[in-house]
């Protein structure tokens, strides 16, 4: 059984900020890059931040500066800090586990976020 479970979301004010968790089981962690989505209503999914499994990081350029997505392979949960959040960050964040070879994909539940005050 695979499963990515987010946590960490919830209601903050504008300039606020939030860490998200996503904690995985069933794959081999150190293997899989490790990324951040969200989807706000009415909206596509987009990604905002992914951690390779070499450690590089990328992020979106709406969150540069702000966000900062880490991971830790003992724990097996990768995360994303998320300061000075406003209302347009507002969105269901789901964490994602990919892995190269097969193009094999797994999805977290998400995790809402509200940005508002």
């Known amino acids: 059984q695979v499963q990515l479970v987010e946590s960490g979301g919830g209601l903050v004010q504008p300039g606020g900020s939030l860490r998200l968790s996503c904690a995985a089981s069933g794959i081999i962690f150190s293997i899989y890059n490790m990324g951040w989505y969200r989807q706000a209503p009415g909206k596509q999914r987009e990604l905002v931040a992914v951690?390779?499994?070499?450690?590089?990081?990328n992020y979106a350029d709406f969150v540069k500066g702000r966000f900062t997505i880490s991971r830790d392979n003992a724990k097996n949960t990768v995360y994303l800090q998320m300061n000075g959040l406003k209302p347009e960050d507002t969105a269901v964040y789901y964490c994602?586990?990919?892995?190269?070879?097969?193009?094999?994909?797994?999805w977290g539940q998400g995790t809402q976020v509200i940005v508002s005050s």
């Open positions: 951690v390779t499994r070499d450690g590089t990081t």
């Open positions: 994602n586990a990919h892995w190269p070879y097969y193009s094999r994909n797994y």
